[in-house]
Protein backbone atom coordinates (compact mmCIF):
# COMPACT_ATOMS: atom_id res chain seq x y z
CA UNK A 1 0.00 0.00 0.00
CA UNK A 2 1.15 3.17 -0.86
CA UNK A 3 0.04 6.85 0.61
CA UNK A 4 1.50 10.39 0.69
CA UNK A 5 1.16 12.88 3.87
CA UNK A 6 1.88 16.61 3.70
CA UNK A 7 2.75 18.63 6.26
CA UNK A 8 3.84 22.32 6.40
CA UNK A 9 0.57 24.54 5.78
CA UNK A 10 -0.67 26.79 7.90
CA UNK A 11 -1.55 31.10 8.59
CA UNK A 12 0.43 33.04 7.12
CA UNK A 13 1.01 36.90 6.44
CA UNK A 14 1.02 38.19 2.77
CA UNK A 15 4.47 38.52 1.58
CA UNK A 16 5.73 36.04 4.01
CA UNK A 17 6.70 32.30 3.01
CA UNK A 18 5.87 28.65 3.83
CA UNK A 19 7.55 25.16 2.95
CA UNK A 20 5.17 22.15 2.61
CA UNK A 21 6.61 18.60 2.44
CA UNK A 22 5.00 15.21 0.85
CA UNK A 23 6.53 12.01 1.89
CA UNK A 24 5.69 8.65 -0.40
CA UNK A 25 5.71 5.51 1.49
CA UNK A 26 4.76 2.39 1.37
CA UNK A 27 5.27 -0.48 -0.92
CA UNK A 28 7.24 1.53 -3.66
CA UNK A 29 9.12 0.55 -6.60
CA UNK A 30 9.44 3.54 -8.55
CA UNK A 31 8.27 7.41 -8.77
CA UNK A 32 7.38 9.02 -11.97
CA UNK A 33 6.41 12.74 -11.58
CA UNK A 34 5.44 14.38 -8.91
CA UNK A 35 3.68 17.34 -7.75
CA UNK A 36 1.34 19.95 -6.26
CA UNK A 37 -2.36 20.87 -6.76
CA UNK A 38 -4.35 23.19 -5.10
CA UNK A 39 -8.37 23.82 -5.03
CA UNK A 40 -9.69 27.05 -3.22
CA UNK A 41 -13.23 27.60 -1.52
CA UNK A 42 -15.58 26.97 -4.39
CA UNK A 43 -13.19 26.48 -7.25
CA UNK A 44 -11.88 23.30 -8.85
CA UNK A 45 -8.64 21.61 -8.25
CA UNK A 46 -5.47 23.32 -10.31
CA UNK A 47 -2.34 22.74 -10.87
CA UNK A 48 0.42 24.69 -9.16
CA UNK A 49 3.10 22.65 -10.51
CA UNK A 50 5.21 19.23 -11.39
CA UNK A 51 8.81 17.82 -11.34
CA UNK A 52 10.53 15.07 -13.08
CA UNK A 53 12.30 12.21 -11.79
CA UNK A 54 15.04 13.79 -13.16
CA UNK A 55 14.22 17.42 -11.66
CA UNK A 56 12.82 19.39 -14.21
CA UNK A 57 9.98 21.58 -13.39
CA UNK A 58 7.27 22.90 -14.43
CA UNK A 59 4.68 26.12 -12.89
CA UNK A 60 1.88 27.49 -13.66
CA UNK A 61 1.44 30.92 -14.47
CA UNK A 62 0.09 32.26 -11.11
CA UNK A 63 2.69 31.20 -8.91
CA UNK A 64 5.65 31.25 -11.35
CA UNK A 65 8.72 33.38 -9.95
CA UNK A 66 6.97 33.10 -6.26
CA UNK A 67 7.11 29.18 -5.84
CA UNK A 68 9.76 26.22 -6.52
CA UNK A 69 9.13 22.55 -6.41
CA UNK A 70 11.90 20.06 -5.48
CA UNK A 71 12.63 16.57 -4.81
CA UNK A 72 14.61 13.98 -2.65
CA UNK A 73 14.45 10.76 -4.44
CA UNK A 74 16.28 9.27 -1.80
CA UNK A 75 13.48 10.29 0.82
CA UNK A 76 10.53 9.96 -2.05
CA UNK A 77 9.79 13.28 -0.98
CA UNK A 78 8.56 16.15 -2.73
CA UNK A 79 8.39 20.07 -1.81
CA UNK A 80 6.70 23.03 -2.54
CA UNK A 81 8.99 26.22 -1.27
CA UNK A 82 6.39 29.27 -1.47
CA UNK A 83 7.82 32.77 -1.03
CA UNK A 84 5.79 36.11 -1.88
CA UNK A 85 2.56 35.01 -0.56
CA UNK A 86 -0.90 36.43 -2.07
CA UNK A 87 -4.43 36.06 -0.47
CA UNK A 88 -4.74 34.70 -3.11
CA UNK A 89 -3.00 31.52 -2.73
CA UNK A 90 -4.86 30.59 0.20
CA UNK A 91 -6.58 26.73 -0.32
CA UNK A 92 -6.26 23.45 0.73
CA UNK A 93 -2.60 22.26 -1.28
CA UNK A 94 -2.85 18.50 -2.45
CA UNK A 95 0.41 16.67 -3.43
CA UNK A 96 0.22 14.11 -6.19
CA UNK A 97 3.09 11.35 -7.64
CA UNK A 98 2.72 9.06 -10.46
CA UNK A 99 4.15 5.62 -8.08
CA UNK A 100 4.85 2.10 -9.47
CA UNK A 101 3.95 -0.47 -6.69
CA UNK A 102 5.89 -3.41 -6.20
CA UNK A 103 2.71 -4.99 -6.68
CA UNK A 104 2.12 -3.25 -10.21
CA UNK A 105 3.31 -3.31 -13.53
CA UNK A 106 2.36 -0.14 -14.28
CA UNK A 107 2.07 3.67 -12.61
CA UNK A 108 -0.78 5.76 -10.96
CA UNK A 109 -1.51 8.42 -9.76
CA UNK A 110 -1.61 8.47 -5.86
CA UNK A 111 -2.94 12.02 -3.51
CA UNK A 112 -2.00 13.23 -0.49
CA UNK A 113 -4.77 14.29 1.88
CA UNK A 114 -4.08 17.86 1.71
CA UNK A 115 -2.89 20.58 4.04
CA UNK A 116 -4.27 23.88 4.13
CA UNK A 117 -2.82 27.27 3.56
CA UNK A 118 -3.85 30.52 4.78
CA UNK A 119 -2.65 34.02 3.40
CA UNK A 120 -4.14 36.41 5.33
CA UNK A 121 -4.55 39.84 3.89
Known amino acids: QVQLVESGGGLVQAGGSLRLSCAASGSIFSINAMGWYRQAPGKQRELVGTITSGGSTNYAEPVRGRFTISRDNAKNTVYLQMNSLKSEDTAVYYC???????????????WGQGTQVTVSS
Open 96 to 110: NADIRSHRAYNYRAY
